[in-house]
């Protein structure tokens, strides 16, 4: 669960990008995060996965206190959070199961929960038939699908996804958003930061929007038009 209340981020310097910033997000919850460029939507992922501290106001994440966590506890909460980034970040030189399997090493799996679980999590995103390839033999959207898998293989309870169609064609786009609503509809608490104003029309979602640091809307879907178009 995400919760922010009355949240603050001055950056160093003077910026304001977040302005007293209250919300919740509960467990097994689909949510967009929608609002222009500058409005603080990265700000807000990077509180939720620790990369900023809050100035003011509480973060809780998963049970931990993101502005008095001790960093040795960080990997901890890090753990429980699949990030997914517009950008893919792969590694290029790895294979897609290795780009998989390397997230599981990192945090200490053995060869056999490795074995086990990366081909049911390349299943899971459509890509059992291409672990054996590296990135660059792959289309956007099949890069986007490994770093998905990526972001799941820990097991984690959230995925929290920055812009992640913001690279890709309607189809391949259309194609991520509904595997997020899948991984959604099993369990995993997601949260989607878009410009995709057609997909957050019409996946009928809670779409929460933000402006100049503020939370302006937040409700199901169809908000985004209203709110940021008059
Ligand atoms: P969005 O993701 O909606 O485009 P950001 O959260 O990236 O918005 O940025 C919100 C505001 O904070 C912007 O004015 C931006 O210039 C500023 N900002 C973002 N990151 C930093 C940083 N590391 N240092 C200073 N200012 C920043």
Redesign the pocket.
Known sequence: MIQFTDVF?T???G????RGVSMELEDGEFAFLV????????????LITGE?APSDGTVIVNGYNMGTIRPRKMPYVRRTIGVVFQDFRLIEKKTVYENVAFAMRVVGATNKEIRQRVPYVLDLVGLDTKAKMKPMELSGGEQQRVAIARALVNNPRMIVA??PTGNLDPARSLEIMMLLEKINELGTTVLV?THEKEFVNNFSKRVIA?DN?HIISDGLGGYYDYELEQ
């Not at 910026?15 to 977040?18: G, L, P, T």
């Not at 609002?35 to 990077?46: R, V």
């Open positions: 981020k950056y160093e310097n910026i304001k990008a977040i609002g222009p460029s500058g409005s603080g939507k990265s700000t807000i992922i990077k900023v920055d812009e930061v933000i640091g």
